[in-house]
Structures are given as C-alpha cells and as structure tokens.
C-alpha cells in the first residue's frame, strides 16, 4: 500500500494541464477498493502549488492562484489585490470560507503598483490567465506569479504557461530570477508532450513597478520568439536527420526488385542500375 | 474489472509525459501486476538494440523477438542467451523473413541512412504475421539530440489470389534541445495509425512487396503527421496561450475589419 500512494502521488503530481481529474478517474480504476484519494491529498498539494492552480473565489469569477508563496498556513491562501484570504479544497479545487484580510507588508505601494503594471501587462498578451504578486522571504522580496491555461480537450489538446519570480526589495538596483515553463499536451491517436524550462536573471537599475515590469515583458517576448525559432531548428536540424520523407532518388522503393539491389553498390549511385 | 483497468491504464499512459512511459509501465504494473503481460504487448516502448553474436550485426529487441529472458536475432535467426527449443517460424515463413529483411535494410539505408532495423515474422493458423522495426538517434549539435523509433506490427490472412493485410504502426520520436537563450525544450511523444487492406498476391515474394509498400506508404503519411503535430500544433498552442502581439491591438484591427465588412454589405 505505501509503494501504492508513492506511486500514484507521482501520477498526480504528473498530470498534464486541464487533465487532472482523468489522471484521478484513472488511478481510482487501477486502485479499485482502496479508497486512496485521502492518502494522496500531498501529492494533490504539491500539484496545485507548483502548477499555480487557479481556484474561484466564493462569490466571485475572479481566478485566484494557489501557490507556496501566497500560503497563510494550513490549506489557507491569499490573494492581495481582493485583500482576501481563502480555505482550499486540494482535491477538488476549490476555495471556501473567504475573509477580508488587508496586505500588511512594508511594501505595499510597491505591489500594488506591481499589480497594476502586471495587470495591464497581462491583458496585452494573455487572453486568459491569473496573476498575483506577494510579499515573501520575511518581507524582504517580492514573488511575481503568472498562470495562463487553455484547454481543448474536444480538440485533445491543451496548454499552459507558467511565469514566476522573485525580486528582493532594496533601495537601489535589484535582479530579477525566476523560470517560465510551458506546457503542451496534444493526444489524438498519440500522446505528444512540449515541457520546457527557461531560466530567467535579469537585473533592474530600478526598483520601481514600471521597470520591473517591463523587463519581465521583454524577457518573456525574448523567450517566445526564441522557442519559435527553436521549432522551426528542430524540423530542419534533428526531424530532417532522422528520416528523409523520400530518397535521395526522390524515386519510392521500387519493391519488387528491391532484392537485386546490393547495398553499398547501386544505391550508393543511385542511378546506376 | 480487469477489462476497466486495462483501458483505464492506456489511458493514464496516454496522459502521462510519453518520456516516461517506461517508468509509469512499471509503476502501473507495481499496482496492479494481473496487467503486466497485456500492457508489455500492447504499450509501444523505445526499442533496444543488441549485438549479434554469430554475425557482429546490430538487431532491435521487442516483445515479438523474445522467448523467456532470451531475444532471436534475424539475421542469425538464434536466441541470445542461447536456447534450445526457442520459438523460431515455420521454414517457409523463416525464408519471407530473410527476403523482409534484405529489402527492408535497403529501405532503411534509403530513408534512413544509418539507424538500426530488424524484421520478425511468426506463423498463424490462416496465414502469418510479422513486426518491422526500424530506429535513428541524431545528435545535430552538443545541445541537441533526436531519437526515432518505427514500430509496425501487421497481419496477412491468406485468400483466393488474395491476402488481407491490417497493419497497425507506431512512430515514437523524441526531440531535445538545449542552450543559454533557449533554456530545456522537450518535444517528445508516440502517435499510432491504422490500415486494413487486400492487395494480389501471385506468390511469396508479393507479400515483401506487398507489406513495404504498406509501409513505405504508412511511414511517408506519419512523418507528415508529426511534422504538422511537433512543429505546428504545439507552437500554435504556444501562441493561444501567450500572444506576442498586442491583443488590444489585435482586437482592435478585428473591429476595424468587421466594420469594414458591414459596411459593404450595406
């Protein structure tokens, strides 16, 4: 039983974007009469914290992510900018028992200015995504979150885009670190993943909202215009090298005398049959 | 419930990050272990490659080449570790055999050029079957690496002058690259296909031909597949989640546009 929970923890903790709940389908079948969803709620905590799961926040539409920098402690999370915090059901994904909970952090005009400038970043370039910046490190740092999803499971695909950062707080210049990771799943008659992981370290002459931001946007637009050039490297470079869609001949195997052929001969000529 | 969870774990296994497919394999069969034999001969895995022994040539290791702990190479068609009574084909499949992998090690030379590639056919009641296998790794530059694996399992049912072929082919192919600006990129994944067909068959030999062309033919249609899945699906999807243009502006322009439709249409 306990090789059983580590084992379908890491199936959890795999699950694709938007496929959560056929993983859990899934593992509930191959586990049948072991009531074992309770024993996994772990792995259903690290899932949600490090994909930034996103949850409803009682009584509104606005998404809120669920993240381990914005834990209050217990399955109580935070979200600054409705200055609310909320309880989260990991299993299900979903916030419960909302209460008003003011920012109380040293720089609060910092994030609420990082907020807006994120805010506005965000709706340039995502057309549906959550975002959030929290006080982290003892109030010494600020951590920048962004999640964007879309799924399509009528279409089998689905996707999602992960940003997050740190920056310490200090009176002068600052560096920016952190990772953007996207993920693509398409699974029509296949499974075919994308997962990457781009480091970021950026330093920023100023610590003001603006400038934070803008960098950020820059190095993101750097990085997806990198990844595209990157698809188009792979098919040219290594898809190339691995099978050719037709000899060299351009000719189809010619089938029937495909025995005659003696290698290393007349196919190495090509025309000289 | 066994039927369930036989589906139940494809499933999953469809899901799951397809570069791990062995590890999960195992994970699953840990849990339930009743699923092990179904799931090794039904879920596709990269394939190994072993050395012959009699003939110092490389050959591809898979379910359909092996009895016990002991894999049959085709081109000295013995088992290593040796066995004395291994499952080996009729004498007259064993012949199609060889004829299938002289002219499918022109194929891969010429679609390939290099790589590995194995043929094993076995006897059925109403005719024979078989498995092509063929593999390529490539690694253009330090930082990036390429690996294909072609898994092509077929049945021929015999009848009057004809033969009822239905071939079912795998293609896994994993795609890596990796440097300062673009960070780890992991495009990885299997996509599988199916074909049934009757072709003439006058004798032995049409059946080689018969099934290259079903291949040459089903490989030409995969290639295309994973080139428009690997490289244009998964970046389209890229650019659904993060637009590089403005999308105020891209909104805007749409607005532009369909005004510019009304008003023509008045």
């Known amino acids: 039983m306990d090789s059983t929970i580590e084992l379908a923890s890491a199936f959890i903790e795999g699950a694709p974007p938007g496929e959560l709940s056929d993983v859990v389908a899934d593992v509930q079948a191959l586990t049948e009469g072991d009531d074992i969803i309770p024993s996994l709620l772990p792995a259903f905590e690290r899932y949600n914290e490090s994909q930034l799961t996103t949850v409803k926040l009682p009584g509104s539409s606005q998404e809120v992510i669920v993240s381990e920098f914005n834990k209050v402690e217990g399955n109580r999370y935070f979200d600054p900018e409705s200055q609310t915090s909320f309880e989260v059901d990991h299993t299900a994904q979903t916030a419960s028992a909302a209460q008003s909970s003011p920012l109380e952090s040293q720089n609060t005009d910092l994030i609420k200015s990082l907020l807006k400038s994120l805010g506005n970043h965000a709706r340039e370039h995502y057309s549906n995504c959550s975002y959030g910046v929290y006080p982290i490190e003892d109030d010494s740092a600020v951590a920048i979150l962004l999640v964007a999803n879309r799924y399509s499971p009528n279409n089998f695909w689905n996707g999602r885009f992960r940003a997050i950062y740190q920056v310490p707080v200090s009176s002068s210049s600052t560096t920016v670190t952190g990772k953007i990771h996207v993920d693509v799943h398409y699974y029509e008659d296949g499974n075919v993943a994308l997962n990457t992981t781009k480091p970021i370290n950026i330093s920023v002459s100023s610590v003001s909202a603006e400038s934070i931001i803008s960098r950020i946007a820059a190095a993101e637009r750097d990085y997806q215009e990198e990844l595209n050039r990157a698809f188009v490297t792979m098919a040219e470079g290594a898809f190339k090298g691995l099978r050719r869609q037709l000899p060299i001949t351009r000719q189809k195997v010619e089938w029937e005398k495909v025995g005659g052929y003696r290698l290393g001969q007349d196919i190495s000529g090509g025309k000289g049959r | ?266």
């Open chain 2, 1 to 266: 419930m066994a039927d369930a969870q036989f589906d139940s774990a494809l499933d999953l296994l469809r899901r799951l990050n397809p570069r791990d497919t062995k590890k999960n394999l195992q994970a699953i069969t840990t849990i339930v272990p009743d699923l092990t034999e179904d799931l090794l001969s039904s879920v596709d895995q990269p394939l190994e490659i072993r050395r012959c022994k009699q003939t110092n040539r490389d050959y591809l290791l898979c379910d359909y080449n092996r009895d016990g702990d002991s894999y049959r190479s085709p081109w000295s068609n013995e088992f290593d570790p040796q066995l004395e009574d291994g499952t080996v084909p009729s004498e007259r499949v064993r012949k199609l055999e060889v004829a299938a992998n002289e002219a499918f090690d022109v194929y891969r030379e010429l679609y390939y050029e290099g790589g590995v590639g194995s043929v094993y056919f076995w006897d059925l009641d109403d005719g024979f079957a078989g498995v092509i296998l063929l593999k390529k790794g490539v690694a253009p530059g330090a930082q990036s690496s390429g690996e294909w694996d072609s898994i092509h399992v077929f049945e021929a049912t015999d009848r009057a002058r004809m033969c009822h072929y239905k071939l079912t082919s795998t293609v896994i192919l994993h795609l890596a690259s990796e440097s300062q600006a673009l960070g780890e990129m992991d495009l990885s994944g299997n996509m599988t296909r199916q074909v049934e067909v009757d072709m003439p068959v006058e004798s032995d030999a049409s059946h080689v031909a018969n099934v290259g062309r079903l291949v040459e033919d089903m490989e030409l249609k995969m290639r295309n597949l994973l080139q428009e899945v690997y490289f244009g699906k998964a970046k389209d999807v890229v650019g659904e989640l993060r637009s590089l243009g403005s999308l105020s502006e891209t909104n805007r322009d749409r607005a532009t546009q369909l005004e510019m439709i009304k008003s023509m249409q008045k």
